[in-house]
């Protein structure tokens, strides 16, 4: 059985400019994370030149398909009939990009197949976290 789910979408930056760039990303998935998704986008669609990686909860991206919902560093909301806004607050500014609705219920989709809501818990290996949280403690 698969653990991870990487699913590649078409994001389209918003910028100051009224011209939208599409930027390839991609969605992931690990049930070993099961509270959250991933949303990384390539080097040449970055400030830094190099990949950015947005790890935020799956629940927050379930919410944002219908309704506006964050209010920390990823926020995300529906525009319009099939596209949905995601917003990355960073002190160097603000990032933000539509991606069609349908993919992202497809990915979730795919993630709640993998690990149904409310039974996230029985995926979490809390011996193996807390020993890594108190290896260096000696």
Do not use: K
Request: glycine residues 6%; charged residues 25%.
């Amino acid at each position: 059985m698969y653990t991870v789910i990487e699913q590649a979408v078409q994001a389209r930056l918003v910028a100051s400019a009224p011209q939208m760039e599409c930027v390839p990303a991609t969605l992931r998935y690990d049930r070993e994370e099961p509270f959250a998704v991933q949303m990384a986008f390539p080097a040449p669609a970055t400030l830094e030149g190099s990949e950015v990686s947005w790890t935020f909860s799956r629940e927050l991206l379930a919410a944002g398909v219908d309704t506006a919902a964050g209010v920390g560093d990823v926020r995300v909301r529906p525009y319009g009939f099939d596209r949905t806004v995601l917003e990355f607050h960073a002190p160097e500014g603000i990032a933000m990009v539509h991606v069609r609705t349908s993919e992202l219920r497809r990915f979730l989709e795919r993630a709640q197949d993998m690990v149904p809501d409310g039974r996230e818990h029985l995926f979490l290996d809390l011996d193996h976290n807390l020993a890594e949280l108190l290896r260096d403690a000696c």
